[in-house]
Structures are given as structure tokens and as C-alpha cells.
């Protein structure tokens, strides 16, 4: 319960990126001239018309990353569908694309449904491997939907996550949840767009006037900037530490958005020295959190069909959000640093 508190406290936090208040035209020149979308009432209408455009309805078999958030399995059950959980990478907490090639033979080798649609996400602005992914459904010829939530100013060779797969979905205009909000539906399916208008009825679409923005695209580039020093710092300040571990801001052809800055604990006793680290760090009035648990450790979803690699679990019980709010200047997040270190020399 405490962690779901913190988990809900974060996300509010969070509300400039996870559902900013854009304007329609500021949602067009983020994504592209060319990109095509809808704004839509809900972030979970988003989710179901994109599902239903991947013909799926009850009975039919979804894949989803295990590190999505509850509400995508949500839109996916009240179809009447049945998903099932893949487990993520070591490096990124996106879905791994070896354990999603062996969910996908063990459906045709067991004489199953082939799933309908794969369900990715960029977890905690981190890019998934789009390439990889991909590469996999064209094998078996299953569209990808991309989670977008959350991965504002991520970018995978160039494109924006959310504008990679068939279909994406971001959230714009919520209150302190990304699921309060408008759901934003990237449409990349040229097939369908002579009937896209007939399945979206006139109802269902948000007209100009409606979503006037509350901040600019400007606003959120120059906050964007702001915690990517603050990512930056930490990585420089901590990237010889054996035992403490941060992936690097860009990776080749990968973007981060280093909205979130987040680490790794190399260690054995790692759940109980991030607990302590936690601790502290919030003694000392920073804001430190636990990460979400993936969705095969959530009591609800626990039972659900899940293609593991271990790795998901493993990283959760070690991994947790470093300070990253508006009050971290150089001389805190030094701070936090000293925290860290102090830990781990105490305990390692």
C-alpha cells in the first residue's frame, strides 16, 4: 500500500510529461507534418479503438509488455480479449523481443490463436528495441501498438515514440493520471486511412476549440532539457561505481527523455539496500520512489499467461527513481549522490 501511495504520488508529480495540456496544433508539429492522429475522449477509447482496428474482439489473444500500467490490460479485457504478459530487458524494462519470439511459437506449436496485436511500451522514457520488435511481428505478421504514455520527447532513429508501430497512444489534458486523460491515437496504417472517419464518429473526436493547451510544446522542450542535466549529472557522478548502475543517456540510435532518472543496483542485497537508500533520501526531504511493479507481480493479473526471462522481477526488486523535480539543482543532486555512495559502502 505504501508503495502504490508513493507510485501515485510520483505520477502527479510527473503530470507535465505523463499528460501534458497541448494544443492540437502543438500535437502536430511534436509528432510531424505527415503523422496522422485522433484526439479522443479518453485515453482508454484510444486503447480499444486501436485494438479494434487490429480486428480484435472476444476470444482473440493480445500480447502486452508486463511493464505496462493496469489500465492497458483494462481496455484489452473489456473487449473480451485475453492477454498475456512478456517479460522485458535487462537494460531498458521494454519488452524483450527473444522472450516475444518464444510466446509466438509457443502459441503455433500448441495449435493456438496466433495473438491479434502486440502491446508494447517505452517504460519510463526509455525507448524500446523498435528494431528487433518489429522484426518479430512482420515474422508472424502481427501489428504493433506502441504505448507512448509517459515517453514524451523519446525518439527511436530519428521518429518519435508513438509514431513506430501501427498505432500509438499518448495522453494529453489529464489532472494528476495519464489515464484521466485525452487519448491521442497515432494512426500509421495507410490501409485504413479512406475509413478512419467512419470509425470515428464525429462524437468521439475533440474539436479544435476544446483542447486549447494549457502549456506550450515549448515549455515542456525546456523542461525536457532541465532533468536531462539532471540524468547527466547523475550518470557522470556515478558511472565508476561498481555496484550502482545507470544506462547512458542515448544509446546509438535510441533517444531518452531522461524525464526519469532512475538506477541499478549491481548487488545482492539489493532490496535491502534501496529500501534504505529510499529511506534516507526521503528523510531528507528529496523525492525518491519505488518503481512500479510489473504487471505479473500485481495481485489481479498474477494468474494471467506469462512468458518470463526473469528479468522483470529482478529489476524491480533492485531498481528506483532518483530526485528529478524542479528543486534539484547541482548542489542537490551531488547531495543524493553522497547518499548513495555512503549506502553502498556501508552496506556493499
Not at 501534458?20 to 496544433?25: A, G, I, T
Not at 511534436?30 to 479522443?40: A, I, K, S
Request: hydrophobic content about 40%.
Amino acid at each position: 500500500m505504501k508503495a502504490d501511495l508513493e507510485l501515485e504520488r510520483f505520477c502527479y508529480d510527473q503530470q507535465m510529461l505523463l499528460c501534458p495540456d497541448f494544443s492540437l496544433r502543438d500535437l502536430q508539429a511534436y509528432l510531424g507534418p505527415g503523422c496522422r492522429f485522433r484526439v479522443m475522449k479518453s485515453v482508454q477509447e484510444a486503447f480499444k479503438t486501436a485494438l479494434q482496428f487490429c480486428n480484435i474482439s472476444a476470444g482473440d489473444n493480445v500480447i502486452v509488455q508486463c511493464t505496462n500500467p493496469p489500465h492497458v490490460l483494462q481496455a484489452i479485457l473489456e473487449l473480451g480479449a485475453v492477454p498475456t504478459l512478456v517479460d522485458c530487458e535487462t537494460n531498458n524494462w521494454n519488452m524483450n523481443a527473444m522472450t516475444l519470439d518464444m510466446a509466438l511459437m509457443s502459441f503455433l506449436h500448441n495449435g493456438k490463436q496466433k495473438p491479434k496485436a502486440i502491446l508494447i511500451a517505452h517504460a519510463f522514457g526509455t525507448p524500446a528495441s523498435m528494431d528487433e520488435i518489429q522484426m518479430v511481428a512482420e515474422r508472424y505478421r502481427i501489428p504493433v501498438i506502441e504505448n507512448a504514455i509517459g515517453s514524451w520527447g523519446c525518439s527511436y532513429e530519428g521518429r518519435k515514440c508513438g509514431t513506430l508501430g501501427r498505432y500509438g497512444i499518448l495522453s494529453v489534458g489529464g489532472q494528476d493520471d495519464p489515464a484521466d486523460g485525452y487519448g491521442v491515437l497515432v494512426i500509421n496504417d495507410t490501409q485504413l486511412e479512406p475509413v478512419i472517419d467512419l470509425h470515428l464518429t464525429h462524437d468521439e473526436l475533440l474539436l479544435d476549440e476544446e483542447l486549447k493547451g494549457k502549456f506550450t510544446l515549448a515549455e515542456m522542450e525546456a523542461e525536457l532539457k532541465r532533468r536531462r542535466a539532471v540524468y547527466e549529472q547523475y550518470f557522470e557522478e556515478l558511472k565508476d561505481n561498481q555496484i550502482i548502475h545507470m544506462r547512458k543517456p542515448n544509446m546509438s540510435a535510441l533517444s531518452m527523455s531522461c524525464w526519469y532518472s532512475f538506477v541499478r543496483l549491481l548487488h545482492n542485497e539489493g532490496i535491502e539496500m534501496r529500501d534504505s537508500i529510499i529511506h534516507i533520501l526521503q528523510e531528507k526531504g528529496f523525492r525518491s520512489y519505488y518503481m512500479p511493479k510489473p504487471l505479473n507481480l500485481l495481485n489481479n493479473y498474477s494468474k494471467l499467461p506469462f512468458f518470463s526471462c526473469s528479468v522483470g522481477n529482478f529489476l524491480w526488486n533492485k531498481s528506483f527513481f532518483l530526485p528529478a523535480d524542479v528543486t534539484m539543482n547541482k548542489e542537490r543532486v551531488s547531495e543524493v549522490v553522497a547518499v548513495l555512495r555512503t549506502v553502498v559502502e556501508n552496506q556493499g
